[in-house]
């Protein structure tokens, strides 16, 4: 009877043999250690750039410009912080800034939850499909393009208008004001607020609001004491985002608000190619990064880091 020969490997479980030879031949094994800083390197390396490019604009916001050849001093200076401080117009688009970016933020998460509760909580499958459709359609969409689109809907000779004038009713101004570039922003914020709370409701189980309502508590109560405070890591860190996000928006500011409603990425901009002065665009980049850091940590400090902490 002839020896009966051995079966032959699958050729997938071959190829997956010689690439852990060739991982192992070049990671060896005492290296395994160091894989997880392999995977972080390019991040690393990200964030090394962006700490370079903070301390040039660090060095450059130092420097004067001098108005007869509009290059900046060689002689380092805080002139152009004490600048910033004695215009008003700075401070006002400072404060503009902020209170924008509050609303806008409280906006954002007001209309976010229902939107992630429901998403994560419904037991229709259609409902579903459309909700995650709806919510990652606008990420194919440019936020310019997504502003001129509000303003054909919006302007005075827009979707709206035209209706109000084929009804005899009077026209309304719809843009170029800050209601309409808090409108835009919270549209634009809506689909980054939705994404961080989603985990935070899925974390929370069913039958912990079941348990609240079997032990006397009304849907609203339970919703209140109970879905709530277990959401807030994922409404802390949908809260960060959008507020730092609104904080450093130009497109909105620029197209819907038309000159009249400018936060402070307009006033860099124009340091920077309307002026002609890097120094003072830097030193407002600088305060902007500084202010930015100082409230994000706050927030850190009071509620915790939410969704963006990593814990054990």
């Given at each position: ?242 507020f730092t996000l609104t904080m450093t928006d130009f ?62």
């Amino acid at each position: 009877m002839p020896e009966r020969t051995p079966d032959r490997l699958p050729l997938r479980w071959t190829l997956l043999d010689r690439l852990e030879a060739i991982a192992a031949l070049v990671w060896p094994a005492r290296l395994r250690g160091a894989t997880g800083w392999l995977f972080i390197t390019p991040a690393l390396l990200l964030v090394g750039v962006l700490l370079i490019g903070l301390g040039y604009m660090i060095e450059y916001s130092l420097h004067e410009l001098d108005l007869s050849t509009y290059r900046l001093k060689e002689a380092y200076t805080l002139d152009n912080y004490l600048f910033l401080m004695e215009q008003p117009v700075y401070l006002r688009v400072l404060l503009r800034t902020l209170l924008a970016a509050t609303i806008v933020t409280a906006a954002t998460l007001f209309l976010a939850f229902p939107y992630a509760y429901v998403m994560v909580r419904t037991s229709s499958s259609r409902l579903r499909k459309f909700l995650l459709i709806s919510l990652f359609l606008p990420f194919f969409i440019g936020q310019v393009v997504r502003a001129y689109g509000w303003l054909i809907i919006l302007g005075k000779e827009g979707i709206i208008n035209s209706l109000l004038l084929t009804l005899d009713l009077p026209t309304l101004d719809l843009i170029y004001n800050n209601g309409a570039v808090i409108f835009g922003l919270v549209q634009y914020m809506l689909p980054f607020a939705v994404l961080l709370i989603v985990p935070a409701i899925t974390a929370i189980g069913e039958d912990i609001e079941l348990a609240a309502e079997s032990l006397g508590a009304h849907w609203t109560r339970a919703f209140w004491h109970v879905v709530l405070p277990m959401a807030r890591p994922g409404l802390v860190g949908a809260g960060v985002v959008v507020f730092t996000l609104t904080m450093t928006d130009f497109a909105m500011p620029e197209i819907l608000g038309g000159g009249t409603s400018d936060f402070i990425a307009s006033a860099i901009y124009d340091s920077f190619f309307q002026l002609s002065n890097s120094g003072l665009g830097a030193a407002l980049s600088i305060v902007l990064v500084t202010l930015g850091s100082i409230l994000v940590a706050i927030v850190f400090r009071l509620t915790g880091a939410g969704t963006l902490s990593i814990r054990q």
